[in-house]
């Protein structure tokens, strides 16, 4: 198991409320560097508010949110980006009215490299092919899953330590699910530290090293990927079975 020190994200008695509704009640979980962690449960839950809560676009009731060992309560969305805690909202949220290229150059804007800029659009390109093919295409035009695809490659043109993906697969066809999890699985390879709350349960299991199932605002199952997978509970409640 991983040593204390190698935890990236800790969030400790977290509580978030707004227009009269705890949404979320209270949890406690960890992301280590270099895991892929899945935080799975049904709408309603509070994932997203969690997620809000950690990036800093929705303030907290109570508890705590640990980054690299230091507490990032209160902080900007602006100040974790440039920590290297990046988030792609549900909703993708692109720059309709920008390029393609012009919304990766936006996604590297804590960054002064512009000769590194320039060769992470290029890796972009080799990792997303199909936003290579639309380079000066509007965003606004693009279909959901390209969008998807663009606003993970702008998240990771600040060179983010920790990315959190938000119902990435949420509203896209099979075959856009199946590239969007491939992408996922890539971005992992390559280094990066993902925390990932998904519907898609089965998907989000099968990727992940640990997973955390919530329901109601509150962390319910916690394991590995496989074991919560193959756990008669969680293939009841999210798998149907």
Partial sequence: MAEQNNILLQVRGLKVGYGGIQAVKGIDFDVRSGELVSLIGSNGAGKTTTMKAI?????????????????????????????????????????????????????????????????????????????????????????GGEQQMLAMARALMSQPKLLLLDEPSMGLSPIMVDKIFEVVRDVYAQGVTVLLVEQNASRALAIANRGYVMESGIITMTGPGQELLSDPKVRAAYLGE
């Fill in 55 to 143: 990036t800093g676009t929705l303030g907290l009731t109570d508890g705590d949110i640990l980054y690299q060992g230091q507490s990032i309560r209160g902080q900007g969305a602006w100040d974790l980006v440039k920590k290297g805690l990046v988030m792609v909202p549900e909703g993708r949220g692109v720059f309709a009215r920008m390029t393609i290229t012009e919304n990766l150059q936006m996604g590297a804007f804590v960054r002064k490299d512009k000769a590194g800029i320039a060769a992470d659009i290029e890796r972009m390109f080799v990792l997303f092919p199909r936003l290579k093919e639309r380079r000066d295409q509007l965003a606004g035009t693009m279909s």
